[in-house]
Each structure stands twice: as structure tokens, then as C-alpha cells.
């Protein structure tokens, strides 16, 4: 219960904003519509376990706190980050005492992926039997962070990033809250929404900036990047959005898409990701999805990250810029690592067998009595340079491994392989 001196004291922007029904929440139409998970639980009132996962500002705390509003459950508020196993063990407590009396209560664990896994058991009894009904909030993907016992009870639905109409909507409701226009031409005003990037919580912060500033001319977009800090892009370089991003890298690289490539490039690096990092990726690139399709595109690969570590930031990110460049229109082939998972899978089966005689080395006297070297055709004095001997091991058929793409160099080595095949194939008929 508030105080008179409580009610009195100022409340920021966010908070007056706040929903007061779930049908106040923006850009969660695939979740709050009628026919989506708490559209259904809305209608039926079963409330059950959830994991909310999402960026900041998109709404996570607020729909918990509307769903126990609708369900008539005990609020419980509980951030993950200040609290321990002595505050839950007096929630689990108190939640006991009002099951007895007839209400539920809705645990809410802000940063729930912030619990250890020990941490996490430790309320599994209680989600298990009905004392609380858990409702976690994450930013980070939970199939990492948290423990499969959990998740398994907990239905995990995904929150979107608000996007630009959401964003507006919540401008439009600052307005109309403080009765006044925000100072921003068109442009300024998009830009505003571009930088909170999808958090709505920042954005109203921004705006709360902007209407503290004096009377003045309305703003353009220069004069908005005056008057409120830009953040910097949400992008954890240990979590989830650095592998979603350099994910999209390197997808984008291999469907050979220059501009997406270049575009999550700049986002990494906005974000502070390490250039050799991404430097080390492009060579794995270079070698998985583009082989000898384009032999330079290792060279161009290496170069481009020993460029950068002589130039350093910034002035060596464009040897990584022109790397993309090259490798997202290079040819693309996976020839050579398909060969490279095939080979391993048969080599794992075949165990431990030898090679065939005739291709070992013979040092010793005893070595040549058992036949090591007998046999073996010196391929530099045949005639074409190919002996066409098998050097597979002894009663292991030959197969193929490597099978070149019809493009780039690989078209070349696809000629010199039938050109041996061919070779092999007469040589043996005439033994």
C-alpha cells in the first residue's frame, strides 16, 4: 500500500504508461490476440508456468503483472539479481499460507536465467504442486540458461522487439499523457524511434528527456543526437545475439547476399564485437562454403585478418569490409567439407586397418621380408604421370569422397578427377 507522500512523489514517464490491461500492451499481437497462447488463457483462465523471453522494454514485467490482475493471483515480484534461496524459501512460505486460504500466487522471477541450476531445483517442487505459478522473464535464450526440468514445465513464449508502429503507438500516448507535442520534425522523430531499437521502455525515457528540455525550435535530426545519448545496439558478445548475429553473417555470405553480409557485419562491430573474432569466421568461410571452388578465397581470407591486426580499429575493418565483399560473390561450393564429415564417418568405421603393402616404406631387412614396398609403381615414371594404383587399404573398395560443384575452379578439378578416373580405369584392364 502507497503512502500519501508516495502518491504525491513524481513517477517517470514509463511507469504512468504502463498498461492497465492486457489489451493495452503493443507489439504483442502473435501473443495477446484472441487465438494466440494468452489470448486461449485469457479466455479459459488456466493460468500455467511461462517462461517470457524477450529483449528489454518489450513488456515481459507488465504482462505478468496483468496476467495475475486477470487470474486473480497473489502478484509476487522477484528479481533474480538481488535476491537468493532465503528470499524464495519465505515466498514458497507465504504462497503456502494463501493457497491454504483459497488464492493462487504468480511468482514472477525477473532474470531468471541469473539462478544457478541449483538455484532453479530448488523451486521445481513448488511450480510441480501447485504453490506458485512461475512466470520467468529473460533476455537470453532459456534452451541455454535454463534447466531442462524447468522448461519442461513452463511453456516458453518469445516477445518481439517493438517495431516502428508499436514505437509510435507508445509516442503518441506520451503525448497525449503530458498534453503536449514531442519538439521533433519527421525525420527527428523517426530517428528517435530507430534509436531505441526496439525498447520501449528506452524510448519513453528519451521522450521524458525531451519534454524536460526549455521551449525551443523544433528539433531535426542533428539536434535530437544533441539532446539525447544514443546507446549503443543490444548485443551481448557472450550470449545469444552474438552467435544470432554472426549467424547472419555468414548465412548471408553464403546465399552470396553482399549487402546483407555487410550489414551485420557494421552490427556486430557497432556493438563491440571483436574484429578477429569475425576475421577468424571469415576464414572458416572460406574454406566451408567456398573451398577450392575459389582456392584464393582462403588467401584473401587471411590476408584480410593479418591486415587488421597490423592496422588495427578502425582503419582495419576495411580489410574485413572487402573480404565480405570478395566472399559473398565468390563461387560457393562445400565440396571439400562434405568430403572432409564423409571421410571421418568412414574412417571412424573402419577402424584400424592397414595400408596395403606396397605403399609402406621399407627400412629394414625384415620389413622388406614381409613385403613392405613390394610392388609399388614410382607414379613420376609412368608415361602420363599416373599410376592408377589403389592405394586404398587392402579389401576396403574404393569410394568417393570428394565430389566438386560444376562451378568456379572446381570445374577445372572436376576434369582432372574423370581424366584420372578414365586412366585408372585402363590401367586396371590391362593388368
Excluded at 557472450?238 to 546483407?260: I, V, Y
Excluded at 582503419?315 to 559473398?328: D, M, P, R, S, T
Aim: net charge negative; aromatic share 8%; with cysteine.
Amino acid at each position: 500500500m502507497s503512502t500519501l507522500f508516495e502518491a504525491q512523489a513524481p513517477r517517470p514517464l514509463a511507469d504512468r504508461l504502463r498498461p492497465r490491461t492486457l489489451d493495452e500492451v503493443v507489439g504483442q499481437d502473435h501473443l495477446l490476440g484472441p487465438d494466440s497462447p494468452i489470448g486461449r488463457l485469457k479466455t479459459s483462465g488456466a493460468m500455467t508456468s511461462m517462461i517470457l523471453w524477450g529483449p528489454p522494454g518489450t513488456g515481459k514485467t507488465t504482462i505478468a503483472r496483468l496476467l495475475a490482475e486477470h487470474t486473480d493471483l497473489h502478484f509476487e515480484p522477484l528479481s533474480a539479481v538481488f535476491s537468493g534461496v532465503a528470499d524464495l524459501r519465505k515466498i514458497f512460505e507465504a504462497a503456502r499460507g494463501r493457497r491454504g486460504a483459497g488464492q493462487g500466487t504468480l511468482l514472477f522471477i525477473d532474470e531468471v536465467h541469473r539462478f544457478n541450476r541449483a538455484q532453479q531445483d530448488g523451486f521445481l517442487p513448488y511450480v510441480e504442486d501447485g504453490t506458485v505459478i512461475l512466470v520467468g522473464a529473460t533476455t537470453e535464450n532459456p534452451s541455454f540458461e535454463l534447466n531442462a526440468a524447468l522448461l519442461s514445465r513452463s511453456q516458453v513464449l518469445v516477445l518481439n522487439r517493438l517495431d516502428d508502429a508499436a514505437l509510435e503507438e507508445l509516442l503518441k500516448r506520451a503525448e497525449a499523457e503530458d498534453g503536449k507535442k514531442l519538439p521533433l520534425d519527421s525525420d527527428a522523430r523517426a530517428s528517435l524511434r530507430a534509436m531505441a531499437d526496439g525498447d520501449g521502455r528506452y524510448l519513453l525515457n528519451m521522450v521524458e528527456t525531451l519534454f524536460a528540455l526549455p521551449p525551443a525550435a523544433v528539433l531535426d535530426t542533428a539536434g535530437l543526437a544533441e539532446a539525447v545519448q544514443r546507446r549503443m545496439p543490444l548485443y551481448d558478445k557472450s550470449q545469444d545475439g552474438h552467435f544470432n548475429l554472426m549467424s547472419a553473417l555468414h548465412k548471408s555470405l553464403r546465399g552470396s547476399d553482399t549487402d546483407a553480409a555487410l550489414y551485420w557485419f557494421a552490427r556486430m562491430i557497432a556493438g563491440g564485437e571483436d574484429p578477429n573474432y569475425v576475421a577468424r569466421r571469415l576464414v572458416r568461410f572460406s574454406v566451408e562454403d567456398i573451398g577450392l571452388a575459389d582456392p584464393q578465397a582462403l588467401v584473401q581470407a587471411l590476408a584480410s585478418w593479418q591486415a587488421y591486426e597490423r592496422l588495427g580499429t578502425p582503419e582495419g575493418e576495411l580489410a574485413l569490409v572487402q573480404c565480405i565483399i570478395y566472399l559473398a560473390t565468390a563461387p560457393k561450393s562445400n565440396a571439400a567439407y562434405k568430403a572432409e564429415k564423409a571421410v571421418r564417418a568412414v574412417a571412424k568405421e573402419t577402424g584400424s586397418l592397414m595400408p596395403p603393402k606396397h605403399i609402406l616404406n621399407a627400412p629394414t631387412n625384415m620389413m622388406k621380408e614381409l613385403g613392405y614396398g613390394d610392388g609399388y609403381a614410382y607414379d613420376h615414371d609412368s608415361e602420363d604421370g599416373f599410376s592408377g594404383q589403389d592405394y586404398f587399404p587392402e579389401g576396403m573398395a574404393r569410394q568417393r569422397f570428394y565430389n566438386p560443384k560444376d562451378r568456379g575452379f572446381e570445374r577445372e578439378i572436376t576434369k582432372r578427377l574423370a581424366y584420372w578416373d578414365k586412366l585408372r580405369a585402363q590401367k586396371g584392364e590391362s593388368t
